[in-house]
């Protein structure tokens, strides 16, 4: 059984930084790729950024591309989404998953960017 537990949002500034963490919990060992996902209301969810087991490949929506970057510590089991120059229509929940194989959907962390 896969849990995931997202967490870091929270309200910030158009131009600022948030760094989000997932947490993964369970026997995961069989997923190489982790990505990040938002949905913003009104809005489907949306992968935003994925990379490999060994952090040799990653992928970007072109929304995201250039100030975003995910990254993950296997010994922690966590990944990692640095977002830099937040606008406005970054503000989602944001969530972490597989995408060859979703489990089953954790909390979410809200990430809001307003004024």
């Known amino acids: 059984q896969v849990q995931l537990v997202e967490s870091g949002g929270g309200l910030v500034q158009p131009g600022g930084s948030v760094r989000l963490s997932c947490a993964a919990s369970?026997?995961?060992?069989?997923?190489?790729?982790v990505g990040w996902y938002r949905q913003a209301p009104g809005n489907q969810r949306e992968l935003v950024a994925q990379?490999?087991?060994?952090?040799?490949?990653?992928n970007y929506a072109d929304s995201v591309k250039g100030r975003f970057t995910i990254s993950r510590d296997n010994s922690k089991k966590t990944v990692y989404l640095q977002m830099n120059n937040l606008k406005p229509e970054d503000t989602a929940v944001y969530y972490c998953?597989?995408?060859?194989?979703?489990?089953?959907w954790g909390p979410g962390t809200q990430v809001t960017v307003s004024v």
């Open positions: 998953n597989f995408p060859a194989a979703p489990v089953s």
């Open positions: 369970g026997m995961i060992f069989k997923f190489r790729y």
């Open positions: 990379i490999n087991s060994g952090s040799t490949s990653a």
